[in-house]
């Protein structure tokens, strides 16, 4: 298993950016390719990004192409999430995950973290 614990969230004026971490520990960290949803009120969770176990692919959500960057730091066990430009839409929840073979091929982390909170005001 491995265990993940979000940081960084916070509450940013619309425009403005914010890095947020997901430091993992338990099982070998490099073993698991990572990724980024988040859950605003009333939604489901959604997908926003991931990268495989290199870090040489990415993938992100349409509605945040252009303005997210997802990066990993291999020997610290961490995951990043660099948010620019931000809206009052990105307000939400947002949960570092961890995909196994199979969930990244499925679409389905295998594990969770317990989220940080993202407000963006307008």
């Known amino acids: 298993q491995v265990q993940l614990v979000e940081s960084g969230g916070g509450l940013v004026q619309a425009g403005g950016s914010l890095r947020l971490s997901c430091a993992a520990s338990g099982r070998t960290f490099s073993k698991y390719a990572m990724g980024w949803f988040r859950q605003a009120p009333g939604k489901e969770r959604e997908f926003v990004a991931r990268l495989t176990w290199g870090g040489g692919t990415t993938n992100y959500a349409d509605s945040v192409k252009g303005r997210f960057t997802i990066s990993r730091h291999i020997v610290k066990n961490m995951m990043y999430l660099q948010m620019d430009s931000l809206k009052p839409e990105d307000t939400a929840i947002y949960y570092c995950?961890?995909?196994?073979?199979?969930?990244?091929?499925?679409?389905?982390?295998?594990?969770w973290g317990q989220g940080t909170q993202v407000t963006v005001s307008s």
């Open positions: 995950a961890a995909y196994t073979l199979t969930g990244w091929n499925t679409g389905r982390p295998d594990y």
